[in-house]
Each structure stands twice: as C-alpha cells, then as structure tokens.
C-alpha cells in the first residue's frame, strides 16, 4: 500500500508563492510517476503537473506553464510543487498521485492511470 500525503498549501494574495510537498511511503519511490491535480469548487479534478520516475519529462496544463514547477526527491520519497505567480483562478484543493505503472520517463495527465492519491491540501489565493 502506498501512502501520499500533502502539505504546504494555505492562503496567499495574488502574485504570491506557496510550495506543495507530497511524502510517498514504500520502497519503490523512484518507480513512480508522479503528478499533481487540484479540484476547484463545482468543478472536476484536473490536472495540473506530472514528472517522470527519471525526472527528464514534466508536463504542465497549460494554465500553469511558466509559474509552476513540479520536481521530486527520490532519496526524501518527495514531490514537491512550486507555485509562483499564483492567481485567484488557481484555488483549489491539491492532490499528488502516484502512477506505479508508468516507464521510466513516461508521465501522464490521464486521471485514471494513477493508483494511488493524497488527501489534499487546500489552496486559496486572495485577489
């Protein structure tokens, strides 16, 4: 059983920072894909950044190119999300997930590939 759990988020005014961090238990970190999603009142999961097990390939929703930054510790079994620039349009509650099936510089944005999920921590940007 894999273990995700998320901190970091909280409330910011526009144009400010937050970092999300995601501790993954188990043993086999480095085997996974991981992504971020987040999930706005009213509104379905989306995704928003993935990075390989090999951290050569990140992929980013277009909305967030240029103010995120998704990267990951494979001996701290983190990954983290760097949010600059933020804009009220990005709160929501974030998840991280884990995709125990992807190839070694494979990541996807499809929900379902994902195995196992976090809580979430809730992010909230004020205008």
């Known amino acids: 059983q894999v273990q995700l759990v998320e901190s970091g988020g909280g409330l910011v005014q526009a144009g400010g920072s937050l970092r999300l961090s995601c501790a993954v238990s188990?043993?086999?970190?480095?085997?996974?894909?991981m992504g971020w999603f987040r999930q706005a009142p009213g509104k379905e999961r989306e995704f928003v950044a993935g990075?390989?097990?090999?951290?050569?390939?990140?992929y980013y929703t277009d909305s967030v190119k240029g103010r995120f930054t998704i990267s990951r510790d494979n001996v701290k079994k983190t990954v983290y999300l760097q949010m600059n620039s933020l804009k009220p349009e990005d709160t929501a509650v974030y998840y991280c997930?884990?995709?125990?099936?992807?190839?070694?510089?494979?990541?996807?944005?499809?929900?379902?590939?994902?195995?196992?999920w976090g809580q979430g921590t809730q992010v909230t940007v004020s205008s």
């Open positions: 997930a884990a995709d125990r099936g992807a190839t070694y510089s494979r990541v996807y944005a499809d929900a379902y590939r994902y195995d196992d």
């Open positions: 188990g043993r086999t970190f480095s085997d996974y894909a």
């Open positions: 990075i390989s097990r090999s951290s050569t390939s990140r």
